[in-house]
Structure formats: C-alpha cells, structure tokens
T-cell receptor
Framework: DQQVKQNSPSLSVQEGRISILNCDYT??????FLWYKKYPAEGPTFLIS?????DKNEDGRFTVFLNKSAKHLSLHIVPSQPGDSAVYFC????????????FGTGTRLQVFP | ETGVTQTPRHLVMGMTNKKSLKCEQH?????MYWYKQSAKKPLELMFV???????ENNSVPSRFSPECPNSSHLFLHLHTLQPEDSALYLC????????????FGAGSRLTVL
C-alpha cells in the first residue's frame, strides 16, 4: 500500500503558466516533506522541502503548500519554463530522523513553448 | 570529481552472473544509501550505511549484497539475479543517517536476461 501517492503520472503546461503538482499521503506520522526533480539520465536532485509546522514554503519560482488535515501537499511552479520539464517526486518522512524517505511514483512535467 | 558517481551506468547480465555496482561520493557525507527504481513504482530504499555500518536492510533478498569499505565508497554485489530485478539502481548520500536531504547519483541501469 503506497503511503505517498502522486496520482497524476504526467502534466503538460504552457511556458509562462503555473504548474501545479499534487501529492497525497496516508501516514499521519509524516512530519517532513520534500520534492525532488529528475532529468533523464540524471539522479533526482533536491528541490524544496517543508516541515509540518508550516503550511507554505517558497523558494524563487517554487512554492510548496502543505494541508495537514487533508494529508495533501502541492508544488507550484510559476512561471513555468521549458527547463522545468522533468519528473518530480514527492517524498515524506517522520521528523524523528529515521533513514526512510518514502517516495511517490513521480509526475512527469512537460512545459511547452 | 564532485557529487555522487555511479559505475557502470548500464549493465546487462545473465541470471548466473556475478557483478557489482559501485558508488563513490565526494561530499564528505557520512551516510550512503542504495535505492531501487522499477518502472512505474516509487523509489524503494534497499540499504543504508552510516559511518560504514549497515543501519537498514529493507527486506532485500540475499542475492543483493552491499559492501561499504569506507564512508566514500559503496558497492552492491549482484548474484543469481532474476529478470524482475531489472531496474535503475540509485546510490545516494547524506551528511548523516536520518538526514532527509539526499544527494543522488545518476544511477546504474541493470538488465537481467
């Protein structure tokens, strides 16, 4: 049973528009959430994170929103650029520091001109 | 070299072969990880090493045997694999075990015939 779910396998967005990637989780013990981005033939790279004491974290064009009651987080990219085309993975873990990050299956974002 | 380097990038092996995947990190991190990424599945944690000691073995079959001779190097020895073991194997490192932000290598794409 997947504890972290990314229900949209792909998303296509026009350049300049907003991209919204969604992630749902089932484990209420998760306290820390991350987004990773992966280009083809490269490993995933850390993008942005949020802890459960916040509901929003912003870094440039990237903003992550956390809704704990709904067990839902989302990544907003605005404005979207062609270089943002990649697979985005959501991940979650308890803040207690276990070594286990639980990943979602990823959403492939394509930003077209 | 910088970051996390994995070799080989591609490997094809028969079910009776013995091969090894190698990972090297140049970040001064103290923890190293093996993850498996199968098609349309989440990244699955296989092994965690902290200061060269194995701290996590996520119910991985014994045909996968990890080795961590020092904090910079990690191996995954492969023996009598099955076709369903074909996947992308990703190595990662972090400053300490329990840290949530991982730095990944580009992965080793394994095909078992």
């Amino acid at each position: 049973d997947q504890q972290v779910k990314q229900n949209s396998p792909s998303l296509s967005v026009q350049e300049g528009r907003i991209s919204i990637l969604n992630c749902d989780y089932t484990n209420s013990m998760f306290d820390y959430f991350l987004w990773y981005k992966k280009y083809p033939a490269e490993g995933p790279t850390f993008l942005i994170s949020i802890s459960s004491i916040k509901d929003k974290n912003e870094d440039g064009r990237f903003t992550v929103f956390l809704n704990k009651s709904a067990k839902h987080l989302s990544l907003h990219i605005v404005p979207s650029q062609p270089g943002d085309s990649a697979v985005y993975f959501c991940a979650a873990s308890p803040l207690s520091g276990t070594d286990k990050l639980i990943f979602g299956t990823g959403t492939r974002l394509q930003v077209f001109p | 070299e910088t970051g996390v380097t994995q070799t080989p990038r591609h490997l094809v092996m028969g079910m009776t072969n013995k091969k090894s995947l190698k990972c090297e990190q140049h970040l001064g991190h103290n923890a190293m990880y093996w993850y498996k990424q199968s098609a349309k599945k989440p990244l699955e944690l296989m092994f965690v090493y902290s200061l060269e000691e194995r701290v996590e073995n996520n119910s991985v079959p014994s045909r996968f045997s990890p080795e961590c001779p020092n904090s910079s190097h990690l191996f995954l020895h492969l023996h009598t694999l099955q076709p369903e073991d074909s996947a992308l194997y990703l190595c990662a490192s972090s400053q300490a075990s329990g840290a949530n932000v991982l730095t990944f290598g580009a992965g080793s794409r394994l095909t078992v015939l």
